[in-house]
């Protein structure tokens, strides 16, 4: 068994490279940013040893022609003294007690006075300022990012790196009045960070003190999101100093979810095998299918595709999907577009409904929709990494026929179909089958790269659902202006999978900016109805269930009054 998990971990260790565009270039641009430091510390260093080789120099001449002047006039002195005149006389001192009684002498000495002091006006304040001043402000500067937490910080989250997926999270954390810090090992990021507003801390993440000093033992939730090896590192010092606190880790190889979670991982996540299987669902198969995204107790909120049923081109209100099935309908997708759902809410071909019901409720809606299996649907996945097998997978299990267009050889895996070679070549497209696929997905690790197919794509295919990746959340609009029907992002759906472990009982991220959370009734509301009390009118919010007792009501009646000790769930 030993031998078993020694080889397995092994294999982790073997394959961490972190998933395709998760921002670890953040420790690479820290290295260049150290060895830019290095290489200007010693050019400096450079510039005052030649300033000082100059000073020797000049000092060595005028103390030579002073002997040779005063030898001039009859007058012999030893050669201190003439250090000691050129010194005094460069410095502008001028003690007056050793002078020249020539006019050549005389001239010698307003020469010796003006360069000296020129020099020496360039020398010692680059003397000072290059090795004294600068370097404490540096490191002032460097100390402003704080070593440790605020003493009443409790019930925050704790973050081990910064890239985009951690980025996501601190943003969700700040809107939902969460208290986080991140614990950053270099100073000189961990001020840029501060200065970014972002809520920083300096110290090793292999250093059980840090911990301590973050009060991990008064913590929510910490996450692990960098490297295999180095989750593995944090989550057994976090487990030394804190045997209860939650840990959330991610893991770049299968094979080290074992290690994460004997090293004490509450929670092991594969961002890029969720990224690609929330891809594949979203691809093929929509039609009157569920596919569910979130629990919220008994609550499942899912989401449905209405291509291929009879539900395009009706209204909510022609549809009547609550009165005949139950389901409550919370929303409508369209393209990367959200609207709450009302009466009037017309459904069209690229429409994704948002539902809220039990699993019965969800059953019934699969039954009456379900459309016509995957068997003679065919898919092209332009990028084989990660996420690209990840969704390879998903296929394979669904019987979905699929082409990998990857320009690398040794991504290749056996038992799947692959064509070698740039997606942005047209014959390469068309021998993975383009022209009959029903779906594209493109999932490079470049935005940059994924808008550019996904414009190219849709002017070859108009007709194809087209599922893209992206890597920054800001990249989402513009792969929907591209033509995608459909954008996953790795920093929201990385961070939303980590959040929904943190606070699923009480918000479960949807998508980005779309929530499901649990409020008390308000007592202005108590006792009155959904349809008096106009909440979806005034807040935006749509009421989807109600709670009393531990007792959950999915798409409550609009004419029964709210109870007063109960909750809502928005």
Known sequence: MLKALGSTMAQALERTRPPDGDGRSFRRSDRSADAARRTERRRRLKTL???????????????????????????IYSWPTSIYWTLTTMTTLGFGDITFESDAGRIFSVVVLLTGSTFLLVLLPFAFIQFVFVPWMAERERRRAPRSVSPGMAQHVILTEFGPVEAALAERADQAGVAYVVIVGDVDQAGRLHDEGVEVMVGDLD???????????????IVASRT???????????????????????????????????????????????????????????????????????????????????????????ARLRAR??????????????????????????SILLLAGTEEELAAYDEEYRVAGPDDQHAVIVGGGRVGRAIAAAFEQAGVSFVIVEQLED????NWRYVIGDAADRDILAEAGLDDADAILVTTHDDDINVYLTRYCRGLRPDARIVSRARLDRNVTTLYRAGADAVLSYAGTGSATIWNQFRSDETLLVAQGLNVFRTAVPAELAGRSLADAHVRRRTGCNVVAVERDDELTANPDVDAPLP???DLVL
């Open 228 to 318: 295999d090896p180095a989750n593995t590192n944090i989550a057994f010092t976090v487990r030394e100093i804190a045997p209860d606190v939650p840990i959330v880790a991610t893991a770049n190889s299968p094979a080290s979810v074992d290690i994460l979670e004997i090293a004490g991982a509450t929670h092991v996540v594969q961002l890029g095998e969720v990224l690609g299987a929330q891809m594949a669902a979203r691809t093929l198969d929509l039609g009157g299918r569920t596919h569910v995204i979130g629990r919220f107790a008994d609550l499942m909120i899912a989401e449905a595709g209405v291509i291929g049923t009879d539900l395009v081109g009706a209204t909510l209100a022609e």
């Open 49 to 75: 040893i030649t300033l000082a080789f100059v000073f020797v120099a000049m000092v060595t001449v005028f103390s030579t022609l002073f002997h040779w002047l005063m030898e001039r006039e009859g007058r």
């Open 564 to 566: 007063r000790d109960g």
């Open 411 to 414: 991504r290749a895996k056996p």
């Open 207 to 221: 250093d059980p003190a840090t911990y301590r000093r973050a009060r991990v033992g008064d913590a929510a939730m």
């Open 325 to 350: 099935l139950g389901v409550g309908i919370v929303g409508v997708w369209d393209r990367g577009d959200f609207a709450i759902a009302t009466a009037d809410s017309e459904l069209r071909t690229s």
